[in-house]
């Protein structure tokens, strides 16, 4: 496939959002492909597009559309032509994706932990009864609210950068990130400290980089193979399976984290009320071939386990 590589005169388009995160994401893909097939960096071209998710930053998620809202004008971009792939960080990914499209490359999955972070306070245990704590994620607001029910939990939208001068501002003495997020950055200092997943189970594929194409588009399908790390592939496919079961979606708290050890994958999965009022988790392992059978049989377990109205809230 070489007469079909990109090239400084014809570049892959890599369309991502603009910021510093999504750039720095769009930035390693470029670099491993790149390494994986001798090619100078201007063989690539980043193409930022913004997203409805990014214009929209005072109102939750769940009031303007959910998570496609971090990716519905990058893949209208892609099936236009004007991006050849796009790169999600995959817990903002749908767990469908439009027709003509498909994902099936990941990059090696960075740290998937929560971060949480604070310029007075080094553990969430440390905050003070009746302090503000900030945050957009609903999965994170209901785990806060289980753990620490004296604590009032606020809007807090944004990226880094914007969420730590919340933080300055005093909007709120605590919020949380991806730890991904900040080792991306080079900032992992942020982080007062990293929360065990036994205390802050995190989000379905947190901390891995999906990248999608065209489905018919096969000398990118044969590039991408090329930099594919199939353990997080294993891992994902759990993940996603639970998630798509459960119906997933920014109106809906689900934690869930696959792990492989050898040949085996345990799956932990949570399901939530926005308000702390009641949460279900469940815990198995299963041969790693079996782990997307595994996902899916742990959401319909946990959905019979909840009973009717648990999910109420969506209506």
């Known amino acids: 496939m070489t007469h079909d590589l990109p090239s400084p005169d014809r ?10 995160l ?13 390494g994986a097939f001798d090619l100078p ?12 998710g990014d214009r929209v930053q005072d109102r939750p998620l769940k009031e303007i559309g959910g998570k496609g809202l971090f990716t519905r004008e990058i893949e209208a971009a892609m099936i236009r032509g004007d991006i050849d792939i796009a790169v999600h960080s995959m817990k903002d990914m749908p767990v469908l994706q439009p ?3 498909t994902l099936d490359c990941y990059l090696p999955r960075e740290d998937e932990r929560d971060a949480f972070v604070s310029n007075d306070f080094k553990r969430l245990a440390d905050v003070p009864a009746g302090a503000n704590v900030g945050t957009s994620s609903l999965r994170r607001r209901a785990q806060v609210l289980v753990r620490r029910p004296d604590l009032n939990v606020v809007e807090f939208r944004g990226n880094v950068q914007t969420r ?8 709120a003495v605590a919020t949380f990130l991806a730890m991904a997020g900040l080792n991306r950055l080079g900032r992992p200092e942020i982080a007062q400290s990293a929360l065990d997943p036994e205390d802050m189970l995190p ?40 998630l798509a079961a459960l119906d997933g979606s920014c109106e809906t708290p689900i934690a869930g984290l696959a792990e492989l050890d050898g040949g085996t ?23 790693i071939e079996d782990g997307a059978d595994l996902g899916r049989e742990m959401a319909l ?5 909840a009973g009717e109205g648990f999910f109420d809230f969506r209506d």
């Open 11 to 20: 570049p892959m388009k890599i369309g991502t959002r603009g910021s510093p």
């Open 22 to 34: 999504a750039l720095a994401q769009a930035h390693e893909t470029a670099n491993r492909l790149a």
């Open 41 to 52: 960096p201007q063989a690539f071209e980043i193409c930022v597009i913004q997203t409805t």
């Open 99 to 101: 027709e003509g499209l």
């Open 164 to 171: 730590l001068r919340k933080l300055s501002d005093g909007v």
């Open 203 to 242: 989000a379905v594929a947190q901390g891995a980089i999906g990248i999608e194409r065209r489905q018919d588009d096969a000398r990118v399908a044969a590039m991408l193979d090329a930099i594919h790390d199939e353990a997080t592939g294993q891992r994902l496919a759990a993940e996603r399976a639970f």
């Open 265 to 287: 994958l345990r799956m932990r999965g949570e399901i939530l009320r926005p308000d702390g009022s009641e949460s279900l988790s469940d815990d198995r392992s299963a041969p």
């Open 301 to 305: 377990d946990l959905l019979a386990k």
